[in-house]
């Protein structure tokens, strides 16, 4: 196997997640079947284990190969001079034999020369390495990207790629807002997305762009928040820097639309407003309004929430009402409240206006 993956089937996020919580208690065994998540830089591949890890209470050993020297991973020779025999020390970052089952992480696999591939191959085929045995209960995971993404990959010995299950994770952008909402990413930045989900990820390997759009990337842009609040040009500058040129751009007029929008709090306080009529204002105060609601919930403010979206029910924008309410009830649903919605008089209201295009 050399990298291409057109045979391996494509699943989301949530369908790797739930074949490891499935597997997870089943491919402990000393012939276990390790798994190898393939797909182009920043989907999260490395982020989706660690959270297995920490769900599942197991301890994660991450081993990045490519940095490696073959002797890192079976250890130093010492002498036993009881037995006149050199016997080897394997490196601490390998779990001990008292270690509960856990789960070793191999990333970047096939990035790795075929000496580093050939020490990882005893491994992962015999849980061991020399005189070392990987204690009971550990699996093996590993990821990698395609040769088709541009980065450096080396071939897969045939007996080492099928001592792996392949999946090819394929973003999906309905995954990723739910778990966007469910840890606090910026709101404008998923609301881009919701109006512009080809941006997820846009990696395109024929061309030398070093920075374009990913789950990784976005994630990043989130964290600038309070910079675009603070210098707006120096504040693009670095989303440009992170996520490409085009993106940066679309993403910047997106964002323009902020000082058309009324203040989402006059919305949710029953003062006066006017209500946007470009589409893009309305997806940015949608990010913004569902935002404030979170931040500050009462049953007068999500009334006001519902009278808001009710005025556009009628109208050419009646989805975007729609819209509005799936992705707050998303939000409160990822934030574990949401009953404080789906309870409310109003949703009930909402319901039976609009249970077509609800469903």
Known sequence: MSGAVDSIPKVTINDVKQILRTLVGDISGDESQGIFLWGPPGIGK??????????????????????????????????????????????????????????LFLDEINAAPPAIQASAYQ?????????????????????GNRVSDRSVAYKLPSALANRFTHLEIDPNITDWIAWAWKNSID?????????????????????????????????????????????????????????????????????????????PEDILSGEPYDIPTQIDAQYVLMGAIISALLGK?????????????SQFENTQYSDYAVVVVKEALNAFIQRGIGDDIMKHKEFDKFLERNAVKMS
């Open 46 to 103: 490395s982020a989706l284990v660690k959270q297995l890890a920490l769900e599942k209470g197991r301890p994660l050993v991450d081993i990045r190969l490519p940095l490696m020297d073959p002797v890192d991973l079976r250890g130093l020779p010492m002498i036993d001079k009881e037995r006149l025999q050199a016997v080897w020390l394997p490196p601490d970052f390998l779990p001990p034999a008292d270690s509960p089952p856990g789960i």
């Open 123 to 143: 491994l992962i085929l015999d849980k061991g390495i020399g005189t070392y045995k990987l204690p009971k209960g550990w699996i093996v995971i590993a990821a």
């Open 187 to 263: 709101p404008m930045v998923i609301s881009f997305l919701k109006l512009q989900p080809h941006l997820l990820t846009k990696f395109d390997p024929k061309t030398n762009h070093t920075a374009f759009p990913s789950p990784r990337s976005w994630v990043f842009v989130s964290k600038l928040l309070k910079l675009r609040d603070q210098n707006l040009v120096l504040y693009m500058n670095t989303v440009k820097g992170t996520v490409g040129e085009a993106a940066s751009h679309q993403f910047l007029a997106f964002l323009n639309y902020r000082d058309e929008i009324p203040d």
């Open 297 to 309: 919930i009462s049953s007068e403010r999500i009334t006001s929430f519902f009278a808001y979206v």
